[in-house]
DNA sequence: AGAAATTTTGCACACGAGAGCAAAATTCAT
DNA sequence: ATGAATTTTGCTCTCGTGTGCAAAATTTCT
């Protein structure tokens, strides 16, 4: 036996050593600790008390070292000013905990730092690296495949025309005819759209959706302006900029706008900087359904993405299993408050 | 030469593969991606280009299962609808990244879920486990510092009485005693203080602090309740109920929270179910200044911490370094707005 | 009970890099 | 140019676990 068997050779307890206490094999230690080994119910149990006693745990580093397969997975994200990106990560990382992964976050400081992101992440050899951020654009998702070792690229929560990657997100078009039918339906008749950053095609989506369905119904596309960021601060300056200067028929009657954090900062801007309300002057439809768009103070429009299930096909796909429905056409709800 | 030197094997180069191009061994190539190595400019040259050339990064698994050294840092999180997190979780991601660490989060689900958290963390063989979770109670602290394998412990932005663990925080006494001071100065004589889970003294420090200096100085204790969890809605709720049936007379002057995920959840109470006006019937303070406490919808009378310099002195103690100052008395800074 | 089928166990080797040392190459001094 | 000092390189062994197979133990069947 080449190791010592004393404890705390180097601060933790080896498998050699419960071994020896056990009075098996090494390898039958680490067997007892794999739910699938074919491994006897005595001596797993024989195992298992003196790995207790010991306070001996199976190391992943190790493990995943030689079997190829780290159970670990990369979450990059680069947008921390989005509060929906914290529902995102809650969501994330318990159901993928629940299947035995972990999350290493990694965050995507800005558009050039997205390759060295992706790099620590392939060097921790990685089963899967999910990108939860919104402002990067193909190319990156290019740079991502291109790293050698990122096994799966998954885009969450927004569609991705790369045919390499799996893209788990909801139907956007579906989504925005949703929102627009209700708008029409409810008699508004000079939206603007407020939109993100405009650096890739794919985010074009629901705006392109909105503005085409809005066109071939009154022959006129409407105005629409955008940020650099998903930040309510931003859409708030933006809003009162654009805004600021018209006289009353000028103002549009309703603000479509990408997604909750925006509108959050939309609505703020029509109260406070127009000094109009909501939704008798302007109204509002958002986009996420983040915790706040239930506050009183907002009662957001707002579509709902079923980001549960979502996350629960993402933890399948890693898990290996065929993919059941399409993974870019999740249905959510349309959430019908106040401000619009 | 034992493994074969095509690429591909696995799907990820290697550094034979790379010794092989560079005409060098193994070893030289490893010292190359290490800054402090012996190695000549020369070779390293080579080596660089050939692992360019190859798309060859280092394997940090393996680097971490010999030397002992993950450059892993596992973040326990309990608590995402406090929208401070998500401050709090960039600043680290980034200062942790550029001082050479990846970050392992950890969504620790609930109170009992706690040990199965930090087993993952351990076994994955972290640098160092940060708790920025609060509702956790000094028991959890205690069973992470029994799990074996935990180097080191470190309670991020809140305080924790024992002593085998480093707290980061900022002086909470001196902090809620600035608040006070400006809350007794403007006038205030009625307050009643909103606290998150009373699990354990360490989240008592604030209201304690508050308590104590407003009986010293009239003489008798202020009202005060909590909620379970730092939620707005929760708080929402708890205000609601509070103060619902009260008769004008009978309500505070001012509602002291615990941090601003309360004071926002407090200030939607106070304005659409009790129907009053903030701060003219009832004043607000928080504490934390997360980004919504600025939208001109509650421009919330708060403190703000130093997170980036916490999380700088974290990244030095990681690095090794000796804490420069006292590690739970950093100073932070009253935000006046219009809420109080 | 004895043979066959099945399960369980042990073992050599591999995963990819680091520590420490000895051999080789280079630089420096005389 | 020669020997000493220094730097660079290669090598063996190690970190802790998984794979695949062969030996051993157990169960099943006749």
Not at 210 to 215: A, E
Not at 257 to 286: K, Q
Not at 290 to 308: E, G
Request: glycine share 6%; hydrophobic share 40%; aromatic share 6%.
């Amino acid at each position: 036996m080449a190791r010592s068997t004393e404890p705390g050779d180097r601060g933790n307890v080896t498998a050699d050593e419960v071994a020896a206490v056990a009075g098996v094999s090494r390898w039958t230690v680490n067997r007892a600790f794999r739910p699938d080994a074919s491994i006897s119910k005595r001596s797993r149990e024989r195992v298992m008390q003196a790995a207790q006693q010991l306070g001996y745990v199976p190391d992943l580093m190790a493990s995943s070292l030689r079997s190829d397969r780290s159970n670990l997975v990369a979450v990059l994200v680069d947008d921390f000013a989005n509060p929906h990106k914290l529902v995102m990560m809650e969501r994330l990382t318990r159901i993928l905990r629940k299947a035995g992964s972990d999350t290493l976050l990694v965050n995507m400081v800005d558009e050039s730092d997205a390759s060295a992101a992706l790099l620590s992440a392939s060097q921790r050899r990685v089963d899967a690296t999910i990108l939860i951020g919104s402002e990067f654009g193909e190319e990156v998702v290019a740079t991502a495949l291109g790293a050698q070792r990122a096994r799966k690229l998954i885009v969450f929560a927004r569609y991705s025309e790369n045919p390499n990657t799996i893209s788990i997100c909801c139907d956007d078009v579906a989504a925005m005819t949703t929102i627009t039918d209700f708008i029409m339906d409810r008699g508004y008749r000079n939206p603007l759209f407020l939109a993100g950053p405009q650096t890739v095609s794919a985010h074009l989506h629901r705006k392109e959706t909105f503005l085409d369905l809005w066109s071939a119904k009154f022959g006129s596309r409407p105005e629409s302006t955008w940020v650099r960021a998903y930040d309510p601060q931003l859409a708030y300056e933006r809003v009162s900029e654009t805004l600021g200067g018209r006289s009353r028929g000028e103002l549009p009657d309703l603000l479509v706008c990408e997604n909750d954090a925006l509108a959050v900062g939309a609505i703020d801007a029509i109260r406070f900087s127009l000094g109009l309300r909501v939704p008798e002057d302007i109204a509002v439809t958002g986009f996420d359904d983040v915790p706040q768009a239930s506050s009183p103070n907002y009662r957001l429009t707002t579509y709902r993405q079923p980001v549960t299930a979502m996350a629960e096909a993402l933890a399948a796909i890693l898990a290996g299993n065929e993919p059941s429905g399409d993974l870019s056409r999740f249905e959510g709800e349309l959430v019908v408050r106040e401000s619009a």
